[in-house]
């Protein structure tokens, strides 16, 4: 079975652009979330989704959106870059997204955004 | 609220001598507890987690870990560390409907 994929894997953008970057999760797997990952801030939680709906979100500004499709596969969108955004997007699957479930979460090698 | 704390952002061994990575959680219900690896370059991988089974977890690539719930602790141990354990490891904590809480990780280095 194929794993979590993300696209791209590196990206560079410029200060106040906007950025989309893809995730598609494991075949059967309808649980998606996202993590940012920095030096300073270690991995925190963006948002998850399952079942195209956005079932918790953690504590970021707004301009951090994201969706999900029917088929599972998940975007999430920063507007209006800032250099802090710079960081290792990771995005992770899982079966049930029950959220008292044991389901792993796993996944994907990240994307790499640069903010210049 | 749930959160985790390791104990050492940075542990080296020498090849072949015990691993331990300490992590200490806080949850107000019975936690589900994991171990991540992250390679560089590279997403995280489960090691191995806690689901109220067994309190002795064994993993893969010869890792295990103890929830001890008197102590609010899971660590990993690994009897004797190897070159290619050299990663980043991080404790993750999920209890009470929320979502994952990760530890700030810890870097293992392993030396010949």
């Known amino acids: 079975k194929a794993g979590v994929t993300q696209t791209p894997r590196y990206l560079i953008k410029t200060r106040g652009q906007q950025v989309t970057l893809s995730c598609s999760p494991i075949s059967g797997h309808r649980s998606v979330s996202w993590y940012q990952q920095t030096p300073g801030q270690g991995l925190q939680f963006l948002f998850e989704y399952f079942s195209e709906t956005q079932r918790n979100k953690g504590n970021f500004p707004g301009r951090f959106s994201g969706r999900q499709f029917s088929n599972s596969r998940s975007e999430m969108n920063v507007s209006t870059l800032e250099l802090g955004d710079s960081a290792l997007y990771l995005c992770?699957?899982?079966?049930?997204?029950?959220?008292?479930?044991?389901?792993?979460?796993?996944f994907g090698p990240g994307t790499r955004l640069t903010v210049l | 609220a749930q959160s985790v704390t390791q104990l050492g952002s940075h542990v080296s061994v020498s090849e072949g001598a015990l691993v331990l990575l300490r992590c200490n959680y806080s949850?107000?219900?019975?936690?589900?507890l994991f171990w991540y690896v992250q390679y560089p370059n590279q997403g995280l991988q489960l090691l191995l987690k806690?689901?109220?089974?067994?309190?002795l977890v064994k993993g893969i690539n010869g890792f295990e870990a103890e929830f001890k719930k008197s102590e609010t602790s899971f660590h990993l141990t690994k009897p004797s560390a190897h070159m290619s354990d050299a990663a980043e490891y991080f404790c993750a904590v999920r209890s009470g409907g929320q979502n994952f809480v990760f530890g700030p990780g810890t870097r293992l280095s392993v030396l010949p």
């Open positions: 806690y689901t109220s089974a067994a309190t």
């Open positions: 992770a699957s899982s079966f049930s997204g029950n959220s008292d479930s044991t389901d792993t979460q796993y």
């Open positions: 949850s107000s219900v019975p936690p589900y």
